[in-house]
């Protein structure tokens, strides 16, 4: 007797993901030989034994260290294109991707470099992979906001490839209202606007960034569960959270995946979203992130589909309802969202 067809897995989107959190260490290798640039690592089993992390800059030197790898367009052509082939085989149809512009520049990187080879692999996503894309530029908040301030300058002549803003990196001692002046004039130029907040930050930080930055959605957002009344907020602004459950582990932000407080937050009404953050460093894609949560904190059939339902409705896909009501069908007619 024949097996049945494996299902095709849910699908979804994916609206938390530093690609150069996607860079692989065979890709790593690869790319250090091409460009001649030695790396500190025997060999690639060297450098995984490394992703032992702490916390949040722990991880983030090592991450910042490795991008050193990452020289030429045709390099960030290579990164996001294998990004792009592993999301869409997890069932990702629509990617709104984070990048780090300063941490390119500031190695002697073209800003132009960076946006056009990231546009490239971009530019054939919905052919070769079926998958809508977007591209956020995310600020590094341990910088100072002048360095923000000439990035969104030096961003303007490629803002055709650039849907929003972002901000990321090291969190504590660097509040949302660090960026105000930033975050404004992006809003003029009609840029979206998301930033990191209450990851490692207290939730004050998530109430800045909607007060102060005007974000449409908060990364992470986990520590505004200490404030009942952000929470109420939260829900009843109905403003989309983009959960990384794998990353709060490595990073030690939560104990274990048992302990995630993705279920509860569901279960108050919130819109949660699962993504992967950094997915080569924090052990698994988005759809591995769904599998690990729904096993670990026994999510059914109807909470997966809801995941994914929230994941577009919190894309930014405005401009495109007909695009966003085509996916949420396909999640409504998906016949085993455990997939
Ligand atoms: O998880 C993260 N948090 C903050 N900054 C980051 N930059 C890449 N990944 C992260
Ligand atoms: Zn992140």
């Known amino acids: ?14 609206l938390h993901l530093h690609i150069e959190g996607t860079l692989e260490p065979e890709l790593a290798f690869s790319l250090a030989a091409r460009n001649g640039v030695p790396l500190p690592y025997a060999d690639t089993g060297e450098l995984r034994r490394a992703y032992d992390f702490a916390d949040l800059q722990s991880f983030l030197d090592l991450y910042y260290d490795l991008m050193a790898v990452l020289r030429t367009a045709e390099d960030f052509t290579d990164l996001a294109e294998a990004y792009l082939e592993r999301a869409a085989r997890q069932g990702v149809r629509h990617a709104e991707i984070f990048f780090d512009p300063q941490a390119h520049t500031a190695r002697g990187v073209p800003f132009g470099a960076v946006v056009e080879g990231l546009g490239r692999a971009l530019d054939r996503a919905e052919e070769r992979h079926g998958i809508s894309t977007r591209l956020i530029m995310c600020f590094l908040r ?5 360095s923000a301030l000439a990035t969104l300058e030096e961003a303007k002549p490629h803002l055709d490839r650039i849907t929003g803003i972002g901000l990321d990196s090291a969190e504590v001692g660097h509040p949302p209202a660090k960026f105000a002046e930033v975050y404004a004039a992006a809003a003029e130029l009609g840029l979206r606007r998301v930033a990191h907040a209450g990851e490692e930050g207290p939730p004050e930080y998530v109430r800045e960034a909607l007060d102060v930055l005007g974000v449409e959605r908060i990364d992470h957002g986990l520590r505004a569960l200490e404030d009942p009344e952000l929470v109420e907020r939260l829900v009843r602004e109905r403003v989309p959270l ?12 939560v104990g274990t995946l048992a302990d995630h407080p993705l279920r509860r937050m569901m279960d108050a009404g919130l819109l949660v979203t699962v993504n992967s953050d ?20 026994g999510l059914d059939a109807g909470q997966l589909r809801e995941l994914a339902r929230n994941s577009f409705l919190a894309a930014f896909l405005d401009h495109d309802e007909e695009r966003r009501a085509r996916y949420l069908a396909e999640v409504d007619a998906h016949p085993d969202p455990a997939a």
């Open 242 to 253: 983009t959960l990384c459950p794998l990353s709060n582990v490595r990073l030690r932000t």
């Open 142 to 146: 341990d910088l100072p906001a002048e």
């Open 278 to 297: 950094d997915p080569a460093y924090f052990g698994g894609y988005v759809g591995d992130n769904y599998h690990a949560v729904a096993g670990a904190l």
């Open 1 to 14: 007797m024949a097996l049945p067809a494996p299902s095709a897995p849910l699908p979804k989107a994916e």
